[in-house]
């Protein structure tokens, strides 16, 4: 599979040392097993996708996430980008708003010794734990309508988010904050499930 990255453009070592060490059949349902080490994204529950495993280093290495910085997921899904987020030693806050993935991804992350902390909610608002804030990094897993105020509000100043925004198609954008403003960069088209508003019980 890390070969296959580097042919795709990803060149950050730390990255693709993360993906190597991270298996990623672990996450997805075993009728999956032969399918789990292709660049193809893959159902799991409540009618998600696991993203392809180049998107999941993409957006890794657009975050440039150094040891124990604080980063914020939104949309923990199958719990596979918030593990590779563990292995580049972050520290992990993941919030997902359907209960059935949260439940089994949290209890999943558990069992496999990732020290994320998982969260049920709506993503647009960020994280309502506010003595948690301000975040290093903030990593969006779904497709935004725009960028949320609130998550730029809880990005520390000299952070990054890295959010694909649009409606059925995406534009990846890195957002750096800088002197409170958003100084944003475009890294292509992309496809994801949309970010929905508010939370499902
Ligand atoms: N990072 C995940 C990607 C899962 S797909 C993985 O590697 O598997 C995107 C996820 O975002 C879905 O689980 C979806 O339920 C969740 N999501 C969509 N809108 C959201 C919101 N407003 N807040 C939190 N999670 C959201």
Redo the contacts with the bound molecule.
Sequence with gaps: MVENLRLKGITDERVLDAMNKVPRHL?LDTTLDLLAYEDQALP?L?E????MPST?AFQSQLLNVQPRMKVLE?????????AILCTLGARVFS????KG?FSRTKSKLESLSYRAKCFL????QGLTEIHEHPFDRIII??GARMIPQPLFDQLKEGGIMVIPVGNNEQEMLRVTKVEGKAQIEQFGHCR??????GRQF
Excluded: A, K, N
Excluded at 48 to 51: D, G, L, P, V
Excluded at 95 to 98: L, T
Excluded at 121 to 124: A, F, H, I, T, W
């Design positions: 996450f799991i409540c998600q996708t696991i993203s999941v939104i949309g923990t899904g199958s719990g596979y980008q918030t919030i997902e708003r359907q993935l909610g709506d993503g647009y897993t779904c994801f499930v949309p970010m929905l508003e």
